[in-house]
């Protein structure tokens, strides 16, 4: 699919990009332009364009605003020390996309063209890409975001271009079917580490009460209506001082299942790295399984298996599970300090040593200061 740009682009100037670089925050500033796809049951998909960006027009009727017939996905663009522009595992995004799509009953855009839509618009706007952890930026004066540390492990200086595709059923029909007029667009946003004070444990709550997903539902799809789902228990973790909630399993609420927006691995005291199986409630995450063949080369075992709370509690204190940490493509690597619940307080002894080793390896490969050899890395531009 080839897509085709602005005869006349118009471009933020030099120093508009620079102040945005210099406190680019999270998915609050967006570059200049979008890539679109549209899609009919008639003509499949069609009229492939990288467009300005700016608001959607849509019928007040169309789908997506009454039955949600909507997905997403979220990963980077990465500047590396030679001025390059990489993304990380987006095969993996593609595929995860496409499973997404069929849940939802959307089309199911093909991996060249969900690849092509992304290098187009990073193509066009890569005056955008931040410095990322080294070099420096196309535009002088532009703070490189260097760890003073010089290494990554501490998370300050980790910017980059975050890239959200998306798709949702645009017809204009009041009736529960599959939409027959859909769109794919690809926007993107300068942004710095999703915690601004660098990685630090966190606190999260462990909710018993409302379910994020359940078996047969869309817990594996990446879909709006399961964060939306989220969001109240979410509030609730705000009431308790956490950053975060831990939902369980929708059925015996005795289970692991992920946080509003990450997976969870615990580190255990004989070097497992332990992680609930997904089993169609638990979302795929790029970041989780890249996180767990990371471990593996260096020398620690990943397990995929049912984890229950009780199992949790009891690891911690008598010392099987060491430390505990979330990952997710925003955030990447975040250790947690403790889990508050109903129950009470259980605080995680550990410092964070082995998620932070972690961390540091895969965000090294993904900025190109350690070698890619798993073959994760696409070039953009």
């Excluded at 009727?61 to 990465?78: D, N, S």
């Excluded at 409302?210 to 399961?226: E, L, Q, V, W």
């Excluded at 975040?334 to 550990?350: C, F, H, K, Q, Y």
Aim: proline fraction near 6%; charge should be negative.
């Amino acid at each position: 699919m080839e897509f085709t740009l602005p005869t006349d682009p118009t471009f933020s100037d030099a120093a508009t990009i620079a102040r945005v670089h210099a406190n680019p925050g999270f998915g609050v500033h967006f570059t200049d332009h979008m890539s679109r796809v549209e899609w009919t049951a008639d003509q499949g998909w069609h009229d492939a364009a990288v467009v300005p960006y700016g608001p959607i027009q849509l019928d007040p009727a169309a789908a997506v605003l009454h039955y949600a017939q909507e997905i997403f996905e979220g990963m980077k663009a990465y500047r590396h020390g030679d001025g390059s522009v990489w993304t990380f595992r987006p095969e993996a995004n593609a595929a995860r996309y496409a499973r997404s799509a069929t849940r939802l009953q959307l089309p199911v855009l093909p991996a060249a063209d969900f690849l092509a839509s992304i290098e187009a618009l990073v193509r066009l706007d890569e005056r955008w890409v931040p410095a990322g952890l080294d070099g420096r930026s196309d535009d002088e004066g532009v703070d490189d975001g260097r760890c003073e540390q010089g290494h990554s492990g501490g998370g300050q200086g980790e910017q980059s271009l975050y890239l959200r595709p998306f798709m949702f059923a645009r017809e204009a029909y009041l009736g529960v079917r599959a939409a027959r007029s859909v769109t794919h667009l690809v926007i993107a946003s300068p942004v710095g580490p999703y915690f601004p004070g660098g990685v630090e444990p966190v606190d999260i709550w462990l909710e018993d009460e409302f379910s994020r997903a359940a078996p047969g539902g869309t817990g594996a799809a990446k879909c709006g209506g399961n964060y939306a789902a989220s969001l109240q228990a979410q509030a609730k973790a705000a009431e308790h001082g956490c950053s975060q909630v831990l939902f369980l399993d929708a059925v015996e609420h005795r289970w692991l299942e992920e946080l509003g927006g990450m997976n969870i691995v615990l580190v255990s005291a004989d070097g497992e790295l332990v992680t609930p199986e997904t089993s169609g409630t638990i979302l795929e995450g790029v970041t989780r399984s890249s996180v767990l063949q990371v471990g593996r080369d260096l020398g620690l075992t990943p397990v995929e298996r049912p984890v229950a709370w009780a199992e949790v509690v009891a690891g911690v204190e008598a010392g099987r599970f060491t430390e505990i940490f979330a990952c997710g493509t925003a955030a990447v690597i975040t250790p947690i300090r403790a889990i508050r619940s109903n129950g009470g307080e259980l605080v995680v002894p550990g410092s964070g040593e082995v998620s932070l080793r972690i961390r540091e390896r895969l965000v090294d490969i993904q900025y190109g200061r350690a070698e890619d050899t798993h073959g994760w890395l696409y070039r953009l531009a």
